[in-house]
């Protein structure tokens, strides 16, 4: 049997970090994932699916993590239940995570197009005072697309070539 779940989407609000009284990590997020056809009226719906992460990656989720962030994530799905103060059976469904993935920079603009060249790493900015080990890319120089075009011709052999 196979539960497997992969998702990209975005954020709906900030991951809530808690820890378990063993210590744990727990984190829960709402993932935004759009369906891919749309409705009569022409616009493209999305499902909300609760996330569950534990350990480090929900440690790492929630600092990395904001609303509207990108993500994918890979994990299974679950489904528990318990009783609520009226006595009812409440059911939920979500997905445990085994890993996250962080698809754009952070702070990065939704739908801004590509911000890669303009921005550096996280916390690459002049704040050298701060020793986070949370941080450790603050030392890297900004990011510079080696791609850009100035203007000169490329000079690449057909043997260079892969195809």
Sequence with gaps: MIN??????RLTKNPELRYTPTGVAVANFTLAVNRTFTNQQGEREADFIPVVVWRRQAENAANFLTKGSLAGVDGRIQTRSYENNEGRRVYITEVVADSVQFLEPKGAKQGGGNNFAQQ???????????????????D????????ANDGK??????DDLPF
């Design 4 to 9: 497997r779940v992969i998702l990209v989407g």
């Design 120 to 138: 550096g790493p996280p916390n690459s900015g002049n704040n050298n005072n701060n020793n986070n080990s949370n941080h450790p890319n603050q």
């Design 140 to 147: 890297y120089p900004p990011f510079e697309d080696p791609f």
């Design 153 to 158: 011709p490329i000079d690449i052999s057909d």
